[in-house]
């Protein structure tokens, strides 16, 4: 009878929160309230920066990534608003730092904190590339890829039934759990690459915030081509690429979604 019950509520966890991902509507479990993960994102977030400090606000390099943030957080809250998603980006205050740092990567918490690594920005090179790299990561954070991503791992080791734990405060369990999803806290604070799946999701939300930012989605294909010859003959990709899609595959599915972003392009 214990069983049954235990299944049952199991069951009804899991039913009870799946959800649909913007743009492809593909359904996802997320088991946590989105105001946990931001509550607990904020905590790694500030521990990031306290041991990594960014930029001067009078810095070339900031100054870039807080124009380019706010045009594209603009853009998510635009299109939040336009297709009746506002409860997934509700709760965000936008933070955008650039951080010395000569990895190629950049990254986005629950909540709209996103980093950028000046080792990006040669490889980037120009404003409307950056933006699809901060697109793409804050794609991730309203598609809830790390949600779904710690859900997985929930599920994993306790079949559902870690719900109650997770929705503890400040919960050792949980923290285990969302340094495990995300990888705060290993090599200088690189956050772990998200799956392929994700990674596509995560491309055509940020040609689509892009493009209603007012920048050209088609910049992206340079991008990953600067990318992959950035790397050639090191045998090891940037942090951002790792488990990608293959640049080709990535380049082919960018071209694929183009006419898809370009209707949200206004050149401003």
């Not at 901060?134 to 039934?161: K, P, Y």
């Not at 007012?214 to 942090?239: F, I, N």
Request: proline share 5%; glycine share 6%; hydrophobic share 40%.
């Amino acid at each position: 009878m214990k069983k049954n019950i235990l299944l049952t509520t199991a069951i009804s966890i899991l039913f009870l929160s799946c959800s649909k991902v913007p743009i492809t509507n593909r359904k996802q479990m997320n088991l946590l309230p989105e105001s946990q993960m931001i509550a607990m994102s904020l905590t790694q977030y500030h521990e990031f920066l306290t041991k990594n400090p960014p930029e001067p606000a009078s810095d070339p390099d900031q100054q870039l990534v807080q124009k380019v943030g706010q045009k594209i957080s603009s853009a998510v809250m635009q299109f939040a608003k336009q297709n009746k998603m506002t409860d997934r980006v509700a709760g965000y205050k936008w933070e955008f730092h650039a951080v010395n740092n000569k990895e190629a990567n950049a990254w986005c918490m629950p909540g709209g904190k996103i980093v950028v690594y000046t080792g990006l920005l040669p490889i980037t090179q120009d404003e409307a590339s950056l933006a699809f790299v901060m697109g793409h990561e804050i794609g991730h954070a309203v598609a809830r890829h790390g949600n779904e991503r710690m859900s997985q791992q929930m599920v994993a080791q306790t079949g559902g039934m870690a719900l109650d734990v997770a929705l503890q405060n400040k919960s050792a369990e949980t923290r285990t759990m969302f340094e495990t999803a995300y990888g705060l806290g290993a090599t200088y604070g690189a956050m772990l690459p998200f799956s392929r799946l994700h990674e596509s999701e995560a491309d055509k939300l940020g040609m689509i915030f892009m493009a209603m930012a007012g920048y050209d989605p088609h910049v992206a294909v340079g991008l990953w081509q600067r990318m992959s010859k950035a790397t050639a003959g090191s045998g090891k990709p940037p942090e951002i690429l790792s488990t990608h899609p293959s640049d080709q595959t990535r380049i082919n599915d960018i071209n694929a979604y183009m006419p898809s972003a370009m209707k949200y392009y206004k050149k401003k």
